[in-house]
């Protein structure tokens, strides 16, 4: 049994917390709205008034926030992680978040005597609740391997991006490259088929009995297909989050990334016509826009 804090109950943080507790750990919960917290309380966690005393005796303390702002608040305000965790102490962060911040960020918990494994997941919220996503985790080997058991609780698989967090920081941000363009393109296909007056649905049944038999074109083309972007994963506003982080990975790199500013610009576009808070599959919306389709 490890003494696990969790900071950031949202509905990602809440299913991957409800896993933890699951899995037998001892779980102290924090969330700035302390409503949030309720079903883990029931569930039998204990709830922190502070992210201080979500800190006190935790030998990991796991985050799972919205930004990378969000992230250096929690980290580096006043009686933040760095402030309260004990030394020896591992900070996991589970959310999506910029190189240059996990960089910054392992810095502080090293210079405070504590360590950072980045472990972003991979996987929507529904996943999470079936302990069926992949973990990336990156870090000092011997504080990856304490973490594993909560990782198993978690997650179907862990896969190791080498003992430097940032690491993990890139292969999370280069899977939602790949992913955010797909379902870019898979808008563009639909759009086509649809100038010819032919049935999304018949696309979709193309796609998914073929080549394109995966998780992302069978969750995604079929989002698009029946045009239920009110069914969330992730927000419109949050992948301009991730194209934003990864265009500046690219950017401390020195990697040109074209195909990511064709996805940013659609984006742009979907949450300029008011679809921030919509699934993120509707950049497709966008694309139909475009070529002068009718939802």
């Not at 959310?95 to 929507?124: C, I, K, N, S």
């Not at 992948?239 to 610009?265: E, F, H, M, T």
């Amino acid at each position: 049994m490890i003494k696990v804090g969790f900071v950031g109950i949202g509905r990602m943080g809440s299913a991957i917390a409800s896993r933890v507790l699951g899995g037998g750990h001892e779980l102290l919960v924090y969330n700035r709205t302390p409503e949030k917290t309720a079903e883990l309380a029931a569930a039998g966690a204990s709830v922190a008034p502070s992210i201080a005393e979500a800190c006190s005796g935790r030998e990991v303390v796991m985050t799972m926030v919205a930004d990378d702002g969000a992230l250096r608040a929690v980290v580096l305000d006043e009686g933040g992680l760095r402030d309260s965790l004990p030394p020896g102490a591992i900070h996991v962060v589970m959310g999506t978040h910029g190189v240059a911040t996990v960089r910054e960020l392992a810095a502080a918990h090293a210079q405070a005597g504590q360590v950072l494994v980045a472990a972003p997941v991979l996987g929507r919220p529904d996943v999470a609740a079936a302990g069926k996503l992949g973990v990336v985790a990156a870090g000092p080997p011997d504080a990856v391997e304490f973490c594993r058991p909560l990782f198993d609780a978690i997650g179907r698989r862990t896969f190791d991006a080498g003992p430097v967090a940032e690491g993990a920081t890139a292969i999370k941000l280069a899977n939602n490259f790949l992913l955010g363009c797909a379902i870019e393109v898979m808008g563009e296909a639909y759009s086509l088929a649809r100038a010819y007056h032919v049935e999304p649905a018949v696309l979709y049944d193309v796609m998914v009995d073929g080549l394109f038999a995966a998780p992302a074109y069978n969750v995604y083309g079929k989002i698009i297909a029946e045009e239920d972007y009110d069914n969330v994963g992730f927000t419109t506003t949050l992948g301009l989050k991730d194209a934003n982080l990864i265009l500046g990975a690219a950017d401390l790199a020195r990697v040109p990334l074209p195909s990511a500013n064709a996805w940013k610009d659609r984006l742009l576009g979907a949450i300029a016509h008011g679809d921030g808070e919509k699934d993120w599959a509707a950049v497709a919306l966008e694309q139909a826009r475009a070529s002068g389709l009718e939802p």
